[in-house]
């Protein structure tokens, strides 16, 4: 079934707008999240005024949705209600969660495992997970400017300085509780590892790492390392170029990896003639496993539960309704982390995927008639992503490139042949003692072809640097009406493409 099929998911029904309660459901308990991340400082004020706007929008909905039972509207927007409280108290559970990890500013004697690594403008900075301070456990605590090279999985024993972290600022609930830093080093005494955390993870992360770096070389391995599970520590400058051309998000696993796993399983139980009822309780555990291997980040949860909803509903006979499986996976990620809301991950890869299965279809049919079908098909995915993905880049990152619809054009569809034939690769060297320089040699072609591509295309000097609020916004709205969420007429749907276009083009060239 191709990303933009319309018939999963998006009935064509009499309504204005295509209602949808359990959608509506998942983003009012995400509306309690952002006002409590945001205006927790006013208190139970927040409160309120989230389940106000709730309960407004559901009344501006409610014109629009005549056909639908006043009893399933009501019952709607009591539960979106109260969802919307029940996302601010949870959030004020997990933040009171993280205060509970902060110890006292002092010296102590930390044992914990190295969970992120990283390094800007040459200071590296790591995270340490189930730590102990002096004997007792306490929260995460991030390690600022060390010397040492420490990698992830390691487990290691230090004396620092320690201080708690702030947990709330002028703007809300602070980085260090997004990012899960309870505590932070004000000085490092002394680092040591001793030795490496015994996981499934762990363990798939040291077998990946030793058949690739034996098959692969230089900057193939760390792309390699990055494209497989996700982790980038192996990367260096080489990843400007991914980044600068507007395709670094195959790095976060998402989407695209989820998905081709998806696949693949389908294609491998199909072989076997597994029962259609069956089939869901093999592949779901399997996508799960794969974003567990993975770090669990929320962009691989979603696109777990997503796929394994759509398999659930296809095992048992049914359509699939993909915009129920985002809504289900927004929620579920939210739980494991409700300030997961606000990283720029969480936000792109849900406004994306949501773009993809709204936006996409009517982009196809407009598309398929001037070319092929699966040309047609790839082109509306990618320019429904990028469309929605534009201005939030420009608010999270500064700027967007604007060869980034090109780039996703020529460079995707070889970027997941290279993925499949690096699992390929991997299996082969697990099962066999097979030599890596030949099992890896047509991904390590691949790779290498596209990172030159990747560094020829960002020098294209032209991208998006700005994109006013109120363009933002008319842009947004006009992208809705335009998408098969809504039932209008053909010709209003291509004016508010239209106006999408302008406030585009207004947003460049006009000083907000």
Do not use: Q
Not at 12 to 32: D, H
């Amino acid at each position: 079934m191709s990303d933009s099929e319309r018939g999963n998911g998006l009935p064509n029904l009499t309504k204005i707008i295509n209602y949808r309660p359990i959608l509506f459901v998942a983003v009012s308990f995400a509306v309690g999240v952002f006002f409590f991340g945001k205006f927790c400082l006013n208190g139970y004020t927040a409160t309120l005024a989230a389940a106000a706007i709730v309960i407004g929008v559901s009344l501006l909905f409610l014109p629009f949705s005549l056909g639908t039972s006043i009893m399933k509207y009501t019952v709607t927007t009591l539960l979106c209600v109260l969802f919307c409280l029940f996302g601010y108290l949870y959030s004020s559970f997990r933040l009171g969660s993280f205060d509970k990890g902060k110890v006292k500013t002092g010296d102590y004697i930390v044992k914990g495992t190295v969970s992120t690594v990283s390094t800007y403008n040459g200071v590296k900075y790591a995270l340490l997970t189930d730590c102990v301070y002096d004997g007792r456990k306490g929260g995460n605590l991030y390690v600022i400017g060390y010397g040492e090279n420490l990698s992830k999985f390691d487990e290691v024993k230090g004396k620092f300085a320690v201080e708690p972290a702030y947990s709330l600022s002028e703007s809300g609930v602070s980085r260090s509780v997004i990012y899960d830093r309870a505590n932070k080093t004000a000085k490092i005494y002394s680092l040591n590892v001793t030795g490496s955390e015994k996981s499934l993870p762990s363990s798939f992360a040291k077998s990946t790492d030793e058949i690739l770096s034996e098959g692969l070389s230089g900057d193939s391995f760390g792309i390699a390392v990055g494209l497989l599970r996700g982790d980038t520590s192996y990367m260096n400058g080489e990843i400007d170029g991914y980044r600068l051309s507007g395709i670094a998000h195959v790095f976060a696993v998402s989407g695209m990896h989820v998905g081709l796993v998806f696949a693949a399983a389908s294609f491998v139980i199909g072989l076997f003639k597994v029962k259609r009822n069956v089939r869901p309780f093999i592949i779901a555990p399997l996508l799960f496993l794969y974003a567990y291997l993975c770090g669990n980040s929320p962009s691989a949860i979603r696109a777990a539960v997503m796929c394994s909803v759509a398999a659930a509903v296809r095992g048992f006979g049914e359509k699939s309704d993909r915009i129920n499986g985002i809504s289900v996976a927004l929620f579920i990620v939210l739980v494991i982390n409700p300030f997961d809301l606000f990283t720029a991950g969480l936000v792109l890869s849900f406004s994306v995927s949501f773009a993809i299965i709204i936006l996409a279809p009517p982009l196809k049919r407009l598309f398929e008639r001037f070319m092929p079908d699966k040309f047609s098909d790839s082109f509306a995915v990618i320019i429904a992503a990028e469309t929605v993905a534009m201005p939030l880049s420009v608010g999270f990152f500064g700027s967007f490139p604007l060869v980034a619809i090109i780039t996703n054009l020529m460079l995707l569809p070889f970027i997941s042949v290279a993925f499949f034939s690096l699992w390929s690769a991997v299996l082969l060297c697990l099962i066999f003692p097979f030599n890596r320089l030949i099992a890896l040699y047509i991904p390590n072609f691949i790779i290498k072809a596209t990172s030159v591509s990747c560094e020829i295309l960002a020098g294209f000097p032209l991208s998006l640097a700005k994109f006013g609020l109120i363009f933002g916004v008319v842009y947004y709205f006009a992208l809705f009406i335009s998408s098969d969420m809504v039932n209008a007429r053909p010709i209003f749907k291509k004016i508010s493409a239209l106006i999408a276009a302008i406030s585009a083009l207004l947003a460049a060239f006009v000083p907000v």
